[in-house]
Each structure stands twice: as structure tokens, then as C-alpha cells.
């Protein structure tokens, strides 16, 4: 606890009764006002400190108590109050000072009486940077360079009107004379504007949707603002971004699953976005877009409906027996035959029928037929597309890949080995049907009792043609059945060699050999059917392709039978 | 291939505030859609 003593060292006048008795007054009065402060006014009735004085100090001291009061009157004060003689000091032992409240400013009218706001000066006048008249026309920017001997050719050329002087005046407020300096004219050569061709507008009213569609196109994908990807928008600025971190894990997840993915299971596997969050849409276009932009890293193998993505290294979907430039090149016939304006999914099923180079490479053609079932390359550099092609009669999908043509190769679709071979045998015939969605197709075949026959086949060991007996269950086009009964000089036959194969007049006349039919000139015959299918053995030919081989041989070694219905014949040694 | 019809800068401006007012993808119909209502 702390303690204070208040020390006071008063002197008080008069003789030293009188300063007793001052002493004792001012003690008293000190002790009533024991909690006040040291200024503030301590008020003790003069016949209360006559009293007081009676009992502790004597008769005579009370009736000298104001003969002291008028020695210290710089200690005490007398005042009139209500009839009453009041004796008035102050802890500190002086005279209260009379205290004046200064209200001519408080916090509280501060507020209420709020000055105005004070007026913002005028802003100076800016001045503007005025260009000097000699860069003002094009005229004078070129006349030291003599212009004529550019020969520019400019847009049309017009001159501005000059705007109308004001019909009615206004009646403005005479302005008090001033004298002002007269400017000197600045001589301005006449301003010529250039007409630029507008663009006409868009009478979107007239014009159907496609091609409002391809206009749309035309105009926004050249725009930066804009992202697009196949047929959606975004601002590009409202697309959300992905780090390196982030496209290095769609990345490795790709690789680690060992196939193309889809967005859907990009964004859901990697990025951990559920299909019923709001932003799931936003997201999976997020990852079409931006993966677009890593043309180093990721590849588009998709359509519209299912956005398929692959990465460099991946493995080759469908077979290896065969390297796909090669197939390519196999095909390369294929792009004379297809359609220069092809209608893409025009058609709701194709039928076909596997031949056996299709068979032993587990791939259909990309034909003509093919062209008008399968949809087109969604992004302008797609070299391939990844399917889903089902079999409803083995609950099995297959991943397949659609390889699209080159100037140089035809296309192909590649990824049925095991759907052929478990099921099917050359010559079977196939039904093809699109969906609602582009990237997915129902595969059928003929389903037909068991049936047995010794059917070609290439043993991968050997590399020899061999007949074995074989057992299916599907439906077959007879002609294209290659069964030793009708083709009995294959068996124990090699592959032609590849300088050999690589010509198609080459495989066509070692075909008539194979086929072994001797004609009467020294030569060999066959029929169209039965070429077809055995020139299918080696390298892909269409109907069209073998006939325009047949009848437009340069060598003259294939000629049209005059004796068969549609049968050929076929002199060896003219042909290199 | 070019095309006949081509969109104006006001065309491309009302474009680009539609898709500013997005907050999914949009598809070309839908554009092709507000480009027409906005005629009517």
C-alpha cells in the first residue's frame, strides 16, 4: 500500500495565538474537504468553526476567530451565502481562485455547427502539346522525298466537307472590349481522310446458322481475347490457369495409365473436380484449352463429343506387325477416292467386309464409306482420333485409333486384333453404327451357325502362308472366304518380298501366279472376284483401285478376258 | 473458306460482353442465338 503524507507549510500571520488558532480553523477545515482536490474550494460556515473552536480551544479563542480570519486573508475568504457567513479555503492553504468555464469553443458544437466545405481551387489550365503543321498532312510529311516516286497506292481519297457555318446566331453577351494581339494564321494544308472499307454488317436475319457459325469462327478465333476450343467459348482472361506442377501431373497421369484420357477424367482424377460441381464444366474446358497451348507436351486425339488427350510417348494403340507410315502408305490409294467436300457423319451405319490384310493387322480403311460415318478432325492440325468402338455381342470396347489422311498416305483405323481374331475370319462382314456421341460406334457382325473350313493363314513364325482348320460362328462374304478349295497354290507361299509388294502391278501379277490358273497364251486367267480377294492377302486394294490397275496398265500385261464374264488375263515378262 | 456474311465490330463487341457475362463455356449456338435475339 502506498502512503503519501501531504506536507503543508503554511505561514500564517498574526501573533502566535492567533496563528494557533488560524492553524487549528484551517485543520479543521482541511479534514472536511480531506478528498477534494488542492484548488477546489473547501466551505465551512463561520459559526460551525466558532463552535468547533469553543469546545477544543476555548470561549476566548472562538471570539478571536475573526480577527484571524482578517489577518489571512490570502488563506481564508469570507463570503455571504443565503444569510450566512461561509469561510472559504483551499486544500493547498490559498485563497480559490473565482474559475471561469471558457465555452466559446466545445467538442460538442464543434459537431453541431460543422463548417463548410472548403472551395477547391481552379485547377490550372493544362496545356497541350500542339503538333507542329508541317507533320499534319501526309503531303508534307513526304515532300522532301519527292512522292511521286513512290507510287503509293492509297485507299480512296476524299475530301471533308467543311462543316456548315451555324444557321441561327445566338445572341451572345457583348464581351467587354479588349485589345487583342492579332495571331498570325498558321497555313494548314487541307486534312485528307482516308475511306477504309467498312465491314458490311452482319444481317444475321438472312444468313443460315452454319454459315453465321463460320463466320463467328472466321472473326473470333483470330481474336486473342477470346478462347475457343472446338465449339465453346470463354474469355481467355476468365479461363483458369494451370501450373507447371499441375500440367506435369496431367502428364504423368496420362503416362502412368498407359493411354489416352479424357477430359472428363483428367479433370476429375488429377484435378479432383466432381461432374456435379458448378465448376466442372468451366474446368474441363480450362484443361481442352490450356492443353491446347502445349503443343510439346500433349496431343488432341479426340472428337467433339469425347475429348481424348495423349502425351508423346505413349504406346501404340493396335497392332506392331506393321509400322503405321507404312499402313499409310498401303492406303495411299485411298485418298484418290475420297470425297473433296466430304459430308462427315451423314450416314448412320457402314457395311464392310474384313479382308485379310485388314484382318491380320486388326484395322478397317479409311474410305469413302469410313468418311461419311466418322467425324472430321476437330482442331485443324489432328493428325488422329481416338474412338470407342463396342461390341455388343462381347461386351467389349475397344480403344481404337483413327488415323487421318495425308496428302501422302491414306487413312486408317487401327486397334481391332483382338475383336477380329476372337471372333471373326477374313471375309467376315462387319456393321458399323454411329451413336449420338462422334467418338463412340457400335461394331456388329452376322452371328451364323458354326461352320468349319481350312482357312489362310500367316504364320508369324515361319513367316509362310499355311491352311489350318478353322471353326466360326459369323456371317462371310463367300468371295472373299480364302479357303484352300479355292486357293490351293497359297499354301507354303512366302510374303512377296518388299521391293516386290512395294509395286501394286507387281502384287496384282504375282497374284495371277499364285492363283495358278494357265491360260492358252502362255499366261494366266482369273477372275475379278478371286483376284480381289488374294490381292488382299498382300496389300490392300478397293474394287476400284484393282480394276483401274487392270484396265490401265502401261505394260499391257493385264488384259480383260474376251472369254470370261469379268475375267482377266495376265502375260508374265512384260511387267517390271 | 471465306464466308459472305461478316460480323461487325459491334457484332464482335456485343459477342465479347455476352461471353464476358458467362460463367461456363459457351457454344457457338448459344452465340448464334443471342446474336439473333439481339436483332429482334
Not at chain 1, 42 to 65: N, P
Request: glycine share 4%; charged share 30%; net charge negative.
Amino acid at each position: 500500500m502506498l502512503s503519501l503524507e501531504e506536507k503543508t507549510d503554511i505561514a500564517f500571520a498574526g501573533s502566535p495565538e492567533e496563528q494557533r488558532i488560524a492553524r487549528e480553523v484551517f485543520a479543521v477545515m482541511r479534514a472536511q474537504g480531506r478528498f477534494m482536490s488542492s484548488d477546489a474550494p473547501i466551505r465551512v460556515s463561520l459559526d460551525s468553526a466558532r463552535a468547533f473552536l469553543a469546545q477544543t480551544a476555548g470561549e476566548d479563542a472562538a471570539a478571536r476567530i475573526e480577527r484571524v480570519l482578517e489577518l489571512n486573508t490570502e488563506i481564508f475568504a469570507l463570503l455571504e451565502l443565503d444569510e450566512h457567513t461561509i469561510i472559504e479555503t483551499t486544500r493547498g492553504g490559498r485563497v480559490p481562485r473565482q474559475t471561469m468555464t471558457d465555452r466559446s469553443h466545445t467538442f460538442a458544437r464543434r459537431f453541431m455547427t460543422p463548417l463548410p466545405k472548403p472551395e477547391a481551387p481552379e485547377r490550372p489550365v493544362r496545356e497541350r502539346p500542339r503538333v507542329d503543321p508541317s507533320w499534319a498532312t501526309l503531303d508534307q510529311l513526304l515532300a522532301p522525298f519527292d512522292a511521286e516516286e513512290f507510287d503509293l497506292d492509297l485507299p480512296t481519297v476524299q475530301e471533308v466537307p467543311e462543316p456548315e457555318e451555324p444557321v441561327a446566331e445566338v445572341a451572345a453577351p457583348e464581351a467587354p472590349l479588349v485589345e487583342v494581339e492579332e495571331e498570325v494564321p498558321v497555313e494548314i494544308a487541307p486534312a485528307r481522310t482516308i475511306t477504309v472499307p467498312a465491314a458490311p454488317q452482319a444481317d444475321v436475319a438472312r444468313v443460315d446458322d452454319i454459315e453465321l457459325a463460320s463466320a463467328i469462327a472466321e472473326r473470333l478465333r483470330t481474336d486473342s481475347r477470346i478462347a475457343n476450343f472446338g465449339d465453346q467459348w470463354m474469355l481467355e482472361d476468365q479461363v483458369p490457369r494451370f501450373s507447371r506442377g499441375d500440367l506435369r501431373r496431367l502428364k504423368d497421369y496420362i503416362q502412368e495409365q498407359e493411354q489416352p484420357l479424357t477430359d472428363d477424367v483428367l479433370v476429375q482424377d488429377v484435378l479432383g473436380i466432381r461432374p456435379t460441381t458448378p465448376d466442372f464444366d468451366l474446368m474441363r474446358f480450362a484443361v481442352n484449352f490450356r492443353l491446347s497451348r502445349e503443343h510439346r507436351e500433349f496431343d488432341f486425339v479426340g472428337t467433339a463429343n469425347q475429348r481424348f488427350w495423349s502425351t508423346s510417348n505413349l504406346p501404340q494403340i493396335g497392332t506392331t506387325r506393321r509400322k503405321p507410315n507404312e499402313i499409310g502408305t498401303d492406303y495411299r490409294y485411298l485418298t484418290d477416292e475420297l470425297s473433296d467436300q466430304p459430308a462427315q457423319r451423314s450416314v448412320k451405319s457402314v457395311d464392310h467386309v474384313i479382308s485379310f490384310y485388314e484382318y491380320y493387322l486388326g484395322l478397317l480403311p479409311y474410305d469413302a464409306d469410313m468418311q461419311a460415318l466418322l467425324p472430321a478432325p476437330l482442331l485443324p492440325n489432328q493428325r488422329s482420333a481416338v474412338l470407342t468402338f463396342e461390341t455388343p455381342q462381347s461386351y467389349t470396347t475397344y480403344l481404337v485409333e483413327l488415323r487421318y489422311p495425308t496428302p501422302n498416305r491414306g487413312g486408317f483405323i487401327l486397334g481391332l486384333d483382338d475383336f477380329f481374331t476372337e471372333n471373326l475370319v477374313p471375309g467376315a462382314l462387319i456393321s458399323i453404327k454411329r451413336t449420338d456421341n462422334d467418338g463412340h460406334y457400335l461394331v456388329e457382325y452376322l452371328s451364323a451357325g458354326n461352320q468349319s473350313a481350312r482357312l489362310l493363314e500367316l504364320e508369324d513364325r515361319r513367316q509362310r502362308y499355311v491352311f489350318r482348320p478353322t471353326s466360326y460362328a459369323c456371317g462371310v462374304e463367300d468371295s472373299f472366304l480364302l479357303t484352300e478349295e479355292r486357293f490351293p497354290h497359297f499354301g507354303s507361299e512366302k510374303p512377296l518380298d518388299e521391293k516386290i509388294r512395294r509395286r501394286p502391278e507387281s502384287v496384282v501379277a504375282a497374284t495371277f501366279e499364285r492363283l495358278g490358273h494357265r491360260s492358252d497364251t502362255q499366261g494366266f486367267w482369273a477372275t475379278f472376284e478371286d483376284l480381289l480377294a488374294a490381292v488382299n492377302i498382300e496389300r490392300p486394294f478397293s474394287e476400284r483401285y484393282l480394276r483401274s490397275i487392270l484396265e490401265n496398265d502401261e505394260t499391257g500385261a493385264f488384259a480383260r478376258d474376251p472369254d470370261g464374264s469379268d475375267a482377266y488375263t495376265y502375260v508374265p515378262g512384260t511387267t517390271s | 473458306m471465306p464466308t459472305q456474311v461478316q460480323l461487325s465490330d459491334d457484332d464482335v463487341t456485343f459477342l465479347l460482353t455476352f461471353l464476358r457475362n458467362a460463367t461456363s463455356p459457351v457454344t457457338t449456338q448459344q452465340l448464334i442465338d443471342a446474336l439473333r435475339s439481339r436483332v429482334r
